[in-house]
Structure formats: structure tokens, C-alpha cells
């Protein structure tokens, strides 16, 4: 685990236009840069808008440095960038970068990126308490003093099965977790951590909690499902107040647990899912995009701005602005391939770091079948580039 200092969050990124294949890291500090910025706004990020005579550099600058390399500074505040030649950009990230709903990352409660441990690529659906204790304690014992914040429960503590269908449900825990969800977050929090929780909120499989909830989900006038996928047999219905409610009281629930931070998966799927329901049934409506922002908007409204929020996979660009970070990639494997799934990830979206959010290309999984070598260069890319941490090994 990295130290947890300040420094290692503030990397910010050079403005990259498209994608690039290989990567090769430099720290440029060739001077400082004139304090162009105005009191209580963010100083502008030196940045390029072109590729250079070698596309496949990857560059990055740490404080307030100026370089030759840049092509212009870009302020976060305003979403312009000012072109050494003197033309100014407005509206670069909306407009240019074709970030729709751009916002500033906001660092009041989160100045740095987030670290910790992730239970999923270790013990998949089987977690359960005491494993998780036991990973704890380890953490608590070895690693707490080099920045790990928060013990991630992933999927398989919530529903009666494993995989998709009877899982979907987090209104039951499942038994693995026989002393309830509250009391593990008490526990992680007395050994000076804070509780993380993976889950699908938009999806729910239990047709006892779907009745329960009239109006709160998509369902055809027969009473069946619209829509089932991986999210679960049942979608939230973003339209409806009941389902703005419903999702109110799932976190209001979590939140009372005492969990800090929430990732919240399959959201891809359920932009998917509610635009192609507009598309073919007007339901829940033509601007899906607007109302699958609502439903981001009441989640975080109730865990309130001190917890974290995750959105996770690759990137539906309709949660801009409305969470702390995203899981900008696939899932991770072992070996060299992992790597190389956090490496693509880093490249094609790296722009969007310490700009509207914190990057997560997913855990580090440095152990066998990688060699030292490999395995440093996965720590190293998440190290040197500052982007959110979370190890994975049991």
C-alpha cells in the first residue's frame, strides 16, 4: 500500500485527445507557473490538446510546474483552456472531450483518492465474517500505517445465492454473515478503518420486496417484470417517485449500518437498460440519461457528501459530477493480463482523474502468477499515476 500522502493524490493529468497503446510515465519540472488562478479557484493543469512528434508519451505533471510539453493551461473551474498561441477554448471538457455534464471534482471531504481492500478477487461469492474479520485484523496489524482507509465487503453478503438471480436482493443478508452487516461495520471501525459495501441498488430479485414497494419498479400490466438482466429480475423505475424512495430507504438502511462508502455496479447496464426501454415503450421515458442522473442524485443525497461513492464498470459518461470516483475498466484478472486490463484503463480515461473524478482501473492484484518485476509495475502504475488504490489479495 502507498503512504498516504498528499502529494501522491494531486497528480494531475496532462489533457490527452485520444487513446493511446503503450505508455511511458515522465515527472516534468521544468519551473513553475505564474499564479494565474483567482482566490478559492483550483489552479489551472497544464495540458495538451494535440499529440506530439510521439503519441505514445504519457505525461504528467506534479504541482505547480511548467514544461515545454504543454500546449496550454486548462482551468477545471470554468472548463476552458488557454492555448500558448494565445486562443482560448471554452467549455473544453463539455464540448471538445464531449463530456456532457462536466462539473469540477469537488475535494471538500475527499481531498486525496481513496485506499483500502477489496474482498472480491480472492474470495468471490464466498466472503463471509470471519474472513472478513480476519482480513481486517491483518490490515489492522500490517498495513494501517501506509494509507489503507477502508475494508471493502464486495459481492456475496446480501440475498441466498451466488452469481445473478436470488443474490439481487439487499434487504436480506445472506448467512455467511450471521452476526448481522451493522456489527462487521462496528468491528472494522474499532480497528480504525471505515466499512466499504459493494451492490447493485438499481436491481432487486425479491418478488416479496418488489410487491411491497408499489409503483417503485418496472413492471408490465401483468404485474411481471420489464426488465431483468444482470442488474436483477427487477429495475428500479426512475419516473416514479416510489422508486426514488425505494432506493431513499435501501441507503438510509445502509447508511444506518454504518458503512462509509458504496460502490454501486452494473451501472452501464441500467443506462442500457432504461434507453432502450425508452426507445422501445416510452417507458420510463425519452430522457432516460436525465432520469438515471435523478437516481444518482437521491442516492447520494442520502448517504450525504462525507461517504464515497463509486460508480463501477467502465464508464457510463451520465454519472459525471454526481459521484466521487469511478471504476473506469473491466474487472482485473491474475497475472500479466490484469495489468494490462488496469493499463488500458489508465490510458483511455486517465483525463478524466483529479478532474470531475477520482479513477479507479480496479484493484492491484500483485502476487503470483505475476514475477516481482510485474508486480511492481502494477503498483507503480497506480502509485505514480495517484489513482484510487484498493489491494485484493486474501
Known amino acids: 500500500m502507498r503512504p498516504e500522502l498528499p502529494q501522491c493524490g494531486n497528480l494531475v493529468p496532462l489533457i490527452i485527445m485520444k487513446r493511446i497503446l503503450l505508455i511511458s510515465l515522465l515527472l516534468v519540472t521544468f519551473g513553475s507557473l505564474p499564479a494565474l488562478a483567482a482566490p478559492g479557484e483550483r489552479r489551472p493543469i497544464p495540458c495538451r490538446i494535440r499529440d506530439g512528434e510521439n503519441p505514445e508519451l504519457f505525461i504528467m505533471t506534479l504541482g505547480n510546474v511548467g514544461t515545454p510539453l504543454t500546449q496550454g493551461l486548462f482551468f477545471p473551474d470554468t472548463d476552458q483552456v488557454r492555448v500558448t498561441s494565445g486562443s482560448v477554448i471554452d467549455h473544453y471538457y463539455r464540448d471538445t472531450l464531449g463530456i456532457k455534464y462536466y462539473k469540477p471534482i469537488d475535494k471538500t471531504h475527499f481531498p486525496v483518492p481513496i485506499s483500502g481492500w477489496c474482498s472480491w478477487y480472492y474470495y468471490f461469492y464466498e466472503i463471509n465474517e470471519n474472513e472478513m474479520k480476519a482480513n481486517a485484523r491483518w490490515l489492522s496489524d500490517n498495513l494501517k500505517d501506509y494509507g489503507v482507509t477502508y475494508v471493502q465487503v464486495d459481492d456475496g453478503w446480501q440475498g441466498v445465492g451466488r452469481g445473478f438471480g436470488s443474490n439481487r436482493d439487499w434487504t436480506t443478508i445472506n448467512e455467511r454473515f450471521p452476526g448481522g452487516m451493522d456489527k462487521l461495520a462496528a468491528y472494522i471501525k474499532q480497528l480504525g478503518f471505515k466499512p466499504a459495501l459493494w451492490l447493485a441498488p438499481h436491481g432487486q430479485s425479491n418478488p416479496k420486496v418488489v410487491k411491497a414497494h408499489p409503483n417503485a419498479f418496472l413492471l408490465k400490466p401483468d404485474g411481471t417484470s420489464l426488465s431483468e438482466g444482470w442488474e436483477g429480475n427487477f429495475l428500479v423505475d426512475p419516473s416514479m417517485p416510489a422508486g426514488h424512495a425505494y432506493l431513499k430507504d ?19 447496464c441500467v443506462v442500457d437498460e432504461y434507453q432502450r426501454l425508452a426507445e422501445q415503450t416510452q417507458r420510463p421515458s425519452t430522457n432516460s440519461a436525465a432520469l438515471y442522473r435523478a ?24 454519472g459525471v459530477g454526481l459521484v466521487e470516483g469511478w471504476r473506469t475498466g473491466a474487472d482485473v484478472v491474475p497475472g500479466w493480463g490484469g495489468f494490462m486490463i488496469a493499463l488500458d484503463a489508465t490510458m483511455q480515461w486517465y483525463f478524466m482523474h483529479n478532474v470531475v473524478w477520482y479513477c479507479d482501473p480496479d484493484t492491484v492484484m500483485a502476487h503470483n502468477p505475476l514475477t516481482v518485476e510485474q508486480a511492481r509495475a502494477w503498483a507503480t502504475l497506480q502509485g505514480l499515476t495517484g489513482q484510487a488504490l484498493m ?3 486474501g
Open 250 to 268: 435501501l441507503f438510509t438502511t445502509l447508511t444506518q449500518w454504518g458503512y462509509d462508502y458504496f460502490k454501486i455496479d452494473g451501472q452501464p
Open 295 to 318: 437516481t444518482l442524485q437521491t442516492i447520494h443525497e442520502t448517504i450525504g457528501s462525507q461517504r464515497y461513492l463509486l460508480g463501477c464498470w467502465e464508464i457510463p459518461l451520465e
Open 391 to 393: 489491494r485484493a489479495t
